[in-house]
């Protein structure tokens, strides 16, 4: 979307501000609002009652546009409690000029008026929001499906 209003000139000079840091922002906001709840009063309560904390996962973080760095989605997301699940690539290149530090929470004001940016480019939270969700719902199905395939065939075997 971005690229679009690029290309059409549209809104350039905010297009171009956010281009390849909306999706780092958004993490970032996640986070959080991650630990206003798991740092909660009520939450505290209920982990005196055996409630267990539950990390933030953040997946597929390789880097998908070769002219940005391949641990751009790695570093900034270092944080407490959280998780990174990244293809063995991604990885690798970690492992040999990654730069381990903790991040998360480094720009996290920031990240929310870069957010709010997006309107004035014509982009809507909530309609990438649903988007993502869609596709991200779509490609956990046919695996999904073949588990489930898998399973029902060893149950019908034994």
Not at 26 to 43: L, N, T
Not at 46 to 52: D, P, S, V
Not at 84 to 93: C, I, S, V
Request: negative net charge; contains cysteine.
């Amino acid at each position: 979307m971005l690229e679009s209003a690029i290309k059409q000139k549209n809104h350039t000079e905010t297009a171009q501000l956010l281009h390849g840091q909306v999706a780092v922002s958004c993490a970032k906001v996640a986070y959080q609002m991650y630990r206003e709840i798991f740092g909660s009063d009520k939450f505290l309560k209920l982990t005196e009652k055996g409630a267990r904390l539950q990390r933030l996962l953040w997946a597929s973080t390789s880097t998908k546009n070769p002219s940005y760095s391949d641990v751009k989605y790695v570093e900034p997301l270092i944080g407490p409690e959280t998780i990174n699940t990244m293809p063995m690539e991604t990885l690798e290149a970690y492992a040999d000029h990654g730069d381990p530090a903790p991040r998360l929470e480094e720009g996290a004001s920031e990240a929310d008026h870069l957010l709010a940016k997006l309107s004035d480019v014509g982009i809507s939270m909530d309609d990438i929001a649903s988007q993502l969700e869609a596709e991200g719902i779509e490609k956990f199905i046919k695996p999904y499906d073949s588990l489930i395939k898998k399973l029902e065939e060893k149950i019908t075997a034994v």
